[in-house]
């Protein structure tokens, strides 16, 4: 099993910042990436960006590229996601997730989930 517990978060104008961590404890050794999703209100679960174990490879979202960044701290399991220029748009449930395998952009192939902090940007 692997625990993942969130912080950050909150409300935010559009085009202001906000920053998202995640750690993760428990039989860490099976994570071979370590992402965001994101769940707005009436809407499905959807890929925001993710890194591998090491920080080393990231993708993104469309969406979101250019804007958010995804890293990893070092010698910590730890993801985290550095949201700037946030818009309305972006207002949603955010949840940290980890994987076995590298490269997916599904959540049916993340095993883990934390429990989501909200993400709330005013127009």
């Known amino acids: 099993q692997v625990q993942l517990v969130e912080s950050g978060g909150g409300l935010v104008q559009a085009g202001g910042s906000l920053r998202l961590s995640c750690a993760a404890s428990g039989r860490t050794f099976s994570i071979s990436a370590m992402g965001w999703f994101r769940q707005a209100p009436g809407k499905e679960r959807e890929f925001v960006a993710a890194?591998?174990?090491?920080?080393?490879?990231?993708y993104y979202a469309d969406s979101v590229k250019g804007r958010f960044t995804i890293s990893r701290d070092s010698g910590k399991i730890t993801v985290n996601l550095q949201m700037n220029n946030l818009k309305p748009e972006d207002t949603a449930v955010y949840y940290c997730a980890a994987a076995p395998r590298y490269g997916s952009r599904s959540p049916d192939d993340f095993a883990s989930w934390g429990q989501g902090t909200q993400v709330t940007v005013s127009s």
């Open positions: 890194s591998s174990r090491i920080g080393s490879n990231t």
